[in-house]
């Protein structure tokens, strides 16, 4: 899940970290192998910077557009089926988030299978961990440019995806335990072709053209100082993932094993 990088011209060794977005233990499953790096290193980046993000735009651009609700675009009868499991499952009426885009339900549901174990997922722990050591915090996104491919997901897409969680919510749960289940192992390449799998028609907007873009700026930001940067591991490997962009650009790439394992 960590990787070092290191240039011609580099001032010393900067690093990649594959992380998952959420509070799970098994997320935390290398925190304190970069956490090393990050004292090592004069900066820390994740995917946006979440001291300068500006999120009072989500809500606009996480909402429905104007007159559709996810009660108007599902037959009543199916609604109140799903409704019904949505409250099982979460214990919260589905009627509470009708203008959001369905694929946040989706995330809900995901967060309802993978546990709480800690206060904050691992992206603000290690964010808040930098901050702490007084390192230079960055993004290597912005949170505008996030929330702006995602409003690229046509809603139709969305729902289709938030529908089909709903009616076969087993196999969706045994989808979400075993992406945990991968990166507790370390397993970078079945991570990418499950994600590359379940992104379906979305992938290049969600994954490769990210990649690409994401290669260029950890390029940039460690040819300026020495830094460490998080971002979700299934963006790692692949033919078009960034540590293959990141070799295209010449920078000799190598594993950090974790010595805890």
Known sequence: MLWKISGKNFSGDSYVFGTMHVSDERAFTFESLVKEKIKECNAFALEFNLETANTNITADMMSLPDGLTLESMIRPKKFKKINERFIRFTGYDLRQFNRSLPMQITNMMAEVVLSKDRLKSLDESLFQFAKEEE?????????????????????????????????????FRKQVLKMAELYEMADIQQLYRSSKKSLGSERKLLLYDRNKIMAERIAFMASEQTIVCAIGAAHLAGKKGVLRYLKMKGLEIKPVKNIEQ
Do not use: D, H, Y
Not at 145 to 156: C, D, G, Y
């Open 135 to 171: 390192k230079i915090l960055l993004g290597i996104e912005t949170f505008e440019e996030q929330l702006t491919i995602m409003a690229k997901i046509p809603v139709e897409s969305q729902l289709k995806s938030m529908l089909k969680t709903f009616k076969s919510f087993k196999q």
